[in-house]
């Protein structure tokens, strides 16, 4: 039997036993402990990998070095200042572009979906662009915003809008009719009523937006880097593989990842405590 | 403070699309006249569909009225108004704010206090319904009993002169309901607000009702007043189980009964389609 189906249908107390009693059902002893093992064993297990399979020669160590050499290189690079440059560099673009974004895209969401006509007249132009893959665009904006740092803004902004819009339009769009009948009725102004009834019911679906979004930043970025750029992960890791600097290159690599995460983990932890209200 | 609210000639029409996808016309409430009392507990019960939360809706200003007047105190209703609380069947709380918080918005929205004075009168209020050890607790932390309480103690707060409640209760078990039923009355008889309560069950109407007002459907009008004469007084004393409810409830009982009647009559349910939709 399925471990999810299992879980599901577990022997619990309902909620009004629960209620009652004043309690809530816990998990079964030591299934946190175990789950918590489980997942380093995954991690563990894949740099294991990593390890060995260049040692005993199933891949060829100069394309992928032994993760002690990346890890020595991600050293030799962090001690040079050389990776903070670069992590800046990305970091700044990737937060500017970001909070560029969110401040567009959320008052906007919220007009559309608030006034028809707004709804209307945007929403044909607005589901053209999003259609139109982000890097796809780099050489427009390139051509019209130059190379330096406001083109690659320009496109971590364009990557991050979409995910806030349209999660915005569908949260405020969808929030309880019956708080708004009783805003109405407490004879609340629209202003009002947006502050304290629609903007906090929309937060938890705008921010599944922001979530996503917050992984676009970084996405997207790298790649531009790639493309144009003096300085960032992205720009330093199509140099290192340029210049035959593999382990470096790795190094530059396993820091995105560790940015993405930072970026995610980070998103999670302050919508939790935005929505400690939630069950 | 109380008012009294007057209903006359009162038309409201939706627009609607039947089966067939063709647009119409649905003539909800029909030449509707209703006085209440300032100050009067007064139930409406009707059958399901027969527009008793229209006549609500209505009263409340959330909706106009296609004809007709209605009345509040000495004022014209044309838009809601903080002299009308409204208490709603699905609680309505704002999940992201406290027992306390819920309260408190309701007096935000009133304007004129402080900080100080709002928590002051949430905690008042909270303490009427008998939830000041809960104020502190999340609406999904309450149960359906304790949500609708908050949400009494919310529409009771800023002190409406008018208490409008639509099928409140509907949702609870028989046991919250019939505690909540005699905190309801001795809520009512402390503030003195004029009440309509609605609701569709007889046994409910009958018990909270100073007077009862039961609605034919399609379209709805008042079809009587049934004015309930209980003595509620006796704490110990079953009201239920008294020859006077029986009766009052075999009243009200019948009332609605030969309504239904007509309904399940074929060839008159047709022709009042007919009637509804012309």
């Known amino acids: 039997m399925p471990d999810l189906l299992l879980e599901r249908t577990a022997a619990r107390p309902n909620p009004r036993q629960e209620e009652a009693a004043e ?14 093992a489980r997942g380093l064993t995954g991690i563990v297990l894949l740099a294991a990998i990593w390890e060995i399979a260049p040692r005993v020669g199933l891949v060829n160590d100069y394309f992928v070095p032994p993760l002690s050499q990346v890890a020595q290189a991600w050293w030799d690079l962090a001690r040079s200042g050389e990776l903070l440059r670069h992590l800046e560099a990305s970091v700044v673009r990737s937060a500017t572009g970001f909070g560029l974004a969110l401040a567009l895209a959320i008052p906007l969401g919220a007009a559309v979906a608030w006034y028809r006509p ?8 607005l589901e053209l662009f999003r259609n139109t893959a982000a890097l796809a665009l780099l050489p427009v904006f390139v051509l019209i915003l130059g190379i330096g740092e406001t083109s690659k803004i320009a496109i971590v902004t364009y990557a991050c809008f979409f995910p806030v819009l349209l999660n915005t339009i569908s949260g405020v769009g969808n929030v309880d009719p019956q708080l708004l009948r009783s805003a109405r009725v407490l004879g609340l102004s629209p202003v009002a009523t947006f502050r304290k ?18 992984a676009a930043a970084v996405l997207v970025l790298i790649a531009a880097e790639m493309i144009g750029a003096t300085a960032g992960l992205g720009y330093f890791i199509n140099y290192a593989q340029n210049n035959f600097l593999i382990a470096p290159m790795y190094a530059a690599i396993l820091t995105t990842s560790a940015l993405g995460l930072a970026v995610n983990y980070g998103l999670v932890a302050l919508e939790r405590r935005l929505s400690r209200w939630r069950a | 403070m109380s008012s009294a609210i007057e209903l006359d000639g009162v038309r409201q029409v939706f627009h609607v699309r039947d089966r067939q996808g063709r647009r ?38 959330l909706n106009r009225p296609a004809a007709g007047s209605i009345r509040v105190g000495d004022r014209v209703v ?14 309505t709380l704002l999940p992201w704010r406290t027992a306390q918080g819920n309260v408190e918005f309701a007096l935000e929205a ?52 008018v208490l409008l409640m639509d099928e409140p209760y509907g949702a609870l078990d028989a046991q919250t309901r019939e505690r909540l039923q005699r905190e309801l009355l001795a809520i009512w008889r402390r503030t003195g607000t004029t009440i309509v309560f609605i609701t569709h069950d007889i046994d409910e109407a009958v018990f909270l009702g100073q007077r009862v007002g039961v609605m034919s459907s399609r379209p709805g009008r008042i079809k009587a007043v049934v004015d309930i004469d209980l003595d509620r007084d006796h704490p110990d004393q079953d009201v239920r189980s008294t020859p006077e409810f029986a009766r009052h409830r075999h009243q009200v009982w019948s009332l609605l009964r030969s309504d239904l009647e007509t309904v399940d009559d074929p060839a008159r349910a047709e022709a009042e389609e007919v009637g509804r939709v012309a």
């Open chain 2, 110 to 161: 009133a304007g004129g206090l402080s900080r100080r004075e709002r928590r002051e009168r949430a905690r008042q209020y909270l303490d009427l319904v008998g939830l000041d050890e809960f104020a502190d607790r999340y609406p999904h932390e309450l149960s359906g009993g304790m949500k609708q309480r908050v949400a009494i103690a919310r529409s009771l707060s800023y002190e409406p002169e």
């Open chain 1, 197 to 214: 009834v629609v903007f906090p019911a929309a937060l938890p679906t705008i921010f599944t937006g922001i979530r996503i979004a917050g």
């Open chain 2, 24 to 61: 119409q016309q649905f003539v909800a409430l029909e030449g509707l006249d209703l006085s209440i009392r300032a100050g009067e507990l007064f139930v409406l019960v009707g059958p399901s569909g027969c527009g008793k939360s229209t006549v609500l809706d209505l009263i409340s200003g």
């Open chain 1, 23 to 36: 309690v809530t059902a816990a998990p079964r002893l030591g299934t946190g402990l175990a789950s918590l």
């Open chain 2, 78 to 91: 044309d838009q809601p108004g903080l002299d009308r609380g409204f208490v709603f069947q699905q609680y």
């Open chain 1, 118 to 125: 707004v709804r209307e007249v945007l929403t044909p132009p």
